[in-house]
């Protein structure tokens, strides 16, 4: 695919630094997992020379050389890119890394969007990184087609969709702010979301609720959904042996689904086959949307029970 980018632009990134370049950048390093799988589908395979220690889709990609905001400098400097994607965590986390990769010419940019309109934005800004414009702007197109597929599908009166607890770290007792991409796919998935009050903290999207308030929404909990993988390793044993879990009404009926973290959780076109999952799961009889194609990635694994 040839690079579309071929005069100097701006973009601004989600720290407010400016940055500007006049043709697309062509020997990257993406330390987020959700960098390296939209790369993926805007076909930068051969500008991608670097990953994160935990990207894992796709698959073809993992086979490439490794980095970590803990690493060296002297480690980045000889794989000479020309573009390090990091996300916000990272600046706070390592900014002496991220200052002295900066002070010897390496461009950076850090982004992570928390919204649908902001993923849409994201895309296009990686788009415009890598030279593939047009690329980026035909994925948000095919992602807002599948939303308007998927959401036919809904019951229409909102008071007919079963109301849910989505967990995100159950060793915590936190779920999701109801603004976070997490909570979209919930929507659009056909939940109605009972943790309306949480509020996430230090600008993230995981928000701590608390058993004593989720226990008092007991009954008005028709399916309990919990993210799983590396933020939140639980199983259903987990989830059917929590004290107090027995008043939740999802438990007793046995309306417990674990849905794989990727894919609910990362701005990525996996975040459809996410929203297919949740519908699964909310509507287990219901007739489900044809599998979105994402490029020419193979179509994920999930994890996603029922008892």
Excluded at 293 to 299: D, E, L, Q
Aim: proline residues 6%; aromatic residues 6%; contains cysteine.
């Amino acid at each position: 695919m040839t690079p579309l980018v071929t005069i100097a632009q701006t973009i601004v990134d989600d720290e407010g630094q400016e940055i500007s370049f006049a043709k697309p950048f062509s020997k990257i390093i993406s330390l987020y997992p959700a960098h390296t799988e939209n790369l993926a589908s805007l076909g930068c395979d051969s500008e991608l020379i670097g990953i994160g220690e935990s990207d894992n889709y796709p698959e073809k990609f993992t086979s490439k050389p490794r980095f970590s905001y803990r690493d060296n400098t002297e480690k980045f400097l000889a794989a000479e890119p020309d573009l390090l994607l990091i996300r916000p965590m990272i600046s706070r986390s390592q900014p002496e890394l991220i200052e002295k990769l900066r002070a010897i010419g390496i461009t950076i940019v850090s982004l992570q969007p928390t919204s649908i309109d902001q993923m849409f934005s994201y895309w296009q800004k990686l788009g415009d990184l890598c030279g593939r414009n047009d690329q980026a702007q035909k994925m948000a197109k095919k992602f807002s087609d599948e939303l308007t597929r998927q959401e036919a599908l809904l019951p229409q009166n909102e008071k007919d969709r079963p109301t849910v607890y989505f967990e995100s770290i159950h060793s915590k007792m936190k779920t999701f702010d109801p603004d976070a991409i997490t909570m979209f796919a919930l929507k659009i998935g056909g939940g109605n979301n009972i943790a309306v009050d949480a509020s996430g903290r230090n600008d993230s999207n995981i928000a701590p609720y608390g058993k004593e308030k989720l226990l008092s929404k007991a009954e008005e909990i028709d399916v309990f959904l919990s993210q799983v993988g590396r933020m939140n390793r639980v199983s259903l044993t987990d989830i059917y042996s929590e004290p107090g879990f027995q008043l939740i009404k999802a438990i007793r009926t046995k309306s417990v689904c674990l849905i794989e973290e990727d894919i609910v959780s990362r701005p990525t076109m996996r975040l459809i086959d996410g929203i297919r999952q949740i519908h699964s799961c909310l509507y287990p009889d219901a007739p489900s949307a044809t599998s979105m194609t994402t490029g020419n990635m193979p179509k994920p694994t999930i994890h996603i029970t029922r008892q």
